[in-house]
């Protein structure tokens, strides 16, 4: 499997313009999650989906910011209007159901650094 | 989720074992304890986890107090590549695995 797929890898944007990050989630897993990373605050969990319905928004920063998960295969994260604040390392990360254990590990892409100048 | 504490930065000599502290004095009784880390650039890696008992496996080892307070990651032969920042956490056991709280973790830094 190629683990989680992450697209664009780096993106600069100039303030105001939308932005779109998309994410495909290892298949089979039911759990998808996007983080932001920057220096000041570290990892932050955004929000999550189980099973393609989002579950919990409550880190979303503001109206600006958008997710989506039209199937198990596919997420987008979308900012717009984007402003220079918003400029971090974006990760997108999948769990799946194994067994009797129920999920272990959750599996991070490897991020797409946004730059909003 | 319960919080955890971090010493901030550690060394380990490559080839010697790193041993990572972490203390969870608040963790209920069906949290698990699991450990992650990112290498610079990287998203983040699952190490481990556990719950009560001491977990080994291709990568680490788990050693959980009996009181689950507190914990300790052992990579047995630290190298070069094991640098990384190394994150604790505390989680229940879910169909949310991957809903993590980060903290600000430990960066281990192996040295030659």
């Known amino acids: 499997d190629a683990g989680v797929i992450q697209s664009p890898r780096h993106e600069v944007t100039e303030m105001g313009q939308e932005v779109t990050l998309r994410c495909k989630p290892i298949s089979g897993h039911n759990s998808l999650f996007w983080y932001r990373q920057t220096m000041m605050r570290g990892l932050e969990l955004l929000i999550y989906?189980?099973?393609?319905?989002?579950?919990?928004d409550s880190g979303m920063p503001e109206d600006r910011f958008s997710a989506k998960m039209p199937n198990a295969s596919f997420s987008t994260l979308k900012i717009q209007p984007s402003e220079p604040r918003d400029s971090a390392v974006y990760f997108c990360?999948?769990?799946?159901?194994?067994?009797?254990?129920?999920?272990?590990?959750?599996?991070f892409g490897q991020g797409t650094r946004l730059t909003v100048v | 989720d319960a919080k955890t504490t971090q010493p901030p930065s550690m060394d380990c000599a490559e080839g010697r074992a790193a041993n990572l502290p972490c203390n969870h004095s608040?963790?209920?009784?069906?949290?698990?304890v699991y450990w992650y880390r990112q290498i610079h650039s990287q998203g983040p890696q699952y190490i481990i986890h556990?719950?009560?008992n001491n977990e080994t496996n291709e990568m680490a080892s788990l050693i959980i107090t009996e009181d689950r307070k507190s914990s300790t990651l052992i990579l047995p032969h630290a190298t070069l590549r094991d640098t990384a920042v190394y994150y604790c956490i505390v989680s229940f056991h879910s169909s949310n695995t991957g809903k993590l709280i980060f903290g600000q973790g430990t960066t281990l830094q192996v040295k030659p």
């Open positions: 608040t963790i209920s009784g069906n949290e698990y």
């Open positions: 990360a999948s769990s799946g159901r194994t067994g009797k254990e129920g999920n272990t590990e959750a599996f």
């Open positions: 556990g719950l009560k």
């Open positions: 989906f189980n099973n393609n319905v989002p579950i919990d």
